[in-house]
């Protein structure tokens, strides 16, 4: 009777564990899409001077995130202008709160190919 009760309660840890291993495959597969559009977008950032409305709605389309910059002056030509892409997520497990994933990128302002 005893390892019954021993089974059931290990289950708890069990699917737990289950749903970390989900949460952490999860927050992978939306770091690497960012990464992949933070990318992209950088040789339109580069050739544009600057985020456009139309890197604005491609990051929005594809991640489902949003991008800021995080340089404050007006960029010139060759200057590194920081930009960061970034998506909000939710974990499944009991105790997750919600967090920002986030990639950094910079690019140099008039360099592209």
């Known amino acids: 009777m005893s390892y019954k009760l021993g089974f059931i309660l290990s289950l708890l840890f069990v699917v737990e564990l289950f749903l970390l291993a989900g949460d952490l495959f999860t927050g992978q597969m939306i770091y690497t ?38 340089t404050s002056e007006t960029p010139r030509f060759g200057d590194i202008f920081t930009y960061k892409v970034a998506k909000s997520f939710r974990p499944n497990n009991i105790f997750g709160e919600e967090t920002e994933i986030a990639v950094v990128r910079g690019v140099v302002i008039g360099y592209y190919n």
Do not use: H, W
């Open 33 to 70: 899409n960012l990464d992949a559009a933070s990318v992209t977008v950088g040789s339109v950032i580069s050739s544009k001077g600057g985020i456009t409305e139309e890197v604005v709605s491609y990051i929005e389309d594809t991640t489902g995130g949003y991008i800021v910059s995080i």
